[in-house]
């Protein structure tokens, strides 16, 4: 069993940063692939950034440049580092971790962003 929490969202200025944290429970090392997906309402989840276990990472267009997506497989956690952010990145964020050999995508419960303008 996995389990994904996020932590460090909340209410900043647009300009200004944020960095989000993912801590990993249990078989962290069967993540292949790990990413954060956001979601703004009324809209689907799309796909922010993701990260290999080996630091092969890749960003959605919208965000390349300003945000930097990172892994430490000893702590085992994943975390964003959101830069200029704006106020079109409000979203709730979540952190997912994927296992190849399952096709499995285990979710975490999400953490807000607010940019305000």
């Known amino acids: 069993q996995v389990q994904l929490v996020e932590s460090g969202g909340g209410l900043v200025q647009a300009g200004g940063s944020l960095r989000l944290s993912c801590a990993a429970s249990?078989?962290?090392?069967?993540?292949?692939?790990m990413g954060w997906h956001r979601q703004a309402p009324g809209k689907p989840r799309e796909l922010v950034a993701s990260?290999?276990?080996?630091?092969?990472?890749d960003y959605a267009d919208s965000v390349k440049g300003r945000f930097t997506i990172g892994r430490d497989n000893a702590k085992n956690m994943v975390f964003l580092e959101m830069n200029s952010l704006k106020p079109e990145d409000t979203a709730v964020y979540y952190c997912?971790?994927?296992?190849?050999?399952?096709?499995?995508?285990?979710w975490g419960k999400g953490t807000l962003v607010t940019v305000s303008s």
């Open positions: 990260i290999t276990s080996r630091s092969l990472v």
């Open positions: 249990g078989n962290y090392s069967r993540l292949n692939v």
């Open positions: 997912s971790g994927y296992n190849y050999g399952h096709a499995m995508t285990y």
